[in-house]
Structures are given as structure tokens and as C-alpha cells.
Nanobody, 123 residues
């Protein structure tokens, strides 16, 4: 069982930056691929970024490439999402998720989810 707790959301102006963190419980964090998803009001939840269990591979949706960076620290059982050059369309609830496999980029591949953290980007 893995419990995930996100933090770092908030209100920021367009062009600004935020760093989301996700702290995991459990002893086998390094055995999980980790991902970030987001859900904007009235929209489906969508994939944002993912990182393999070793941290050696990262994946991004096209709309955030070059602006967002996903990273992990297995010793701290944490995964991070550095978000730069934020746009109003990035406004959403951001979710951290864990998958019991080396890599995962599809929502159905994820086994555990955090409660989400709100990110609001004002224009």
C-alpha cells in the first residue's frame, strides 16, 4: 500500500513558477513509476508527466514540454514537478500517482493516487 500526499500548489501569475511535491509512504518507493496528472474544471483528468522508477526516463505531454520538469528522490520517497512559464490553461487540480511498474504514462496503469493540489494561474 502506498499513500501519496501532494503539496506546493497555489495561486501564481502567468509566467511564474511553482514546484509541486509528492511525498510517499511505504518501503518500496523505488519500485514505482511516478506520474503527475491534472484535471481542469469541466474536463477529463489528463496526463502531465511521468518518471520511471529509476528516474532514468521522463515523459511529458506536449503542452508542457520545455516548461515542466519531473524529478524524484528515492531516498526521500518524493517526486517533484517543477513548473515554469505557467499559463492560465495550466490551472487545474494536480494529482500525483504511483504505478507498480518500471514506467507508466496511461492513467489506467496507475495504482495509487494522491488527493490533489490546486494550481491556479492568473492572467
Amino acid at each position: 500500500q502506498v499513500q501519496l500526499v501532494e503539496s506546493g500548489g497555489g495561486l501564481v501569475q502567468a509566467g511564474g513558477s511553482l514546484r509541486l511535491s509528492c511525498a510517499a509512504s511505504g518501503r518500496t518507493f523505488s519500485s514505482y513509476a511516478m506520474g503527475w496528472f491534472r484535471q481542469a474544471p469541466g474536463k477529463e483528468r489528463e496526463f502531465v508527466a511521468a518518471i520511471s522508477w529509476s528516474g532514468g526516463s521522463t515523459y511529458y505531454t506536449d503542452s508542457v514540454k520545455g516548461r515542466f520538469t519531473v524529478s524524484r528522490d528515492n531516498a526521500k520517497k518524493s517526486v517533484y514537478l517543477q513548473m515554469n512559464s505557467l499559463k492560465p490553461e495550466d490551472t487545474a487540480v494536480y494529482y500525483c500517482a504511483a504505478a507498480r511498474r518500471p514506467t507508466a504514462t496511461i492513467e489506467l496503469e496507475y495504482d495509487y493516487w494522491g488527493q490533489g493540489t490546486q494550481v491556479t494561474v492568473s492572467s
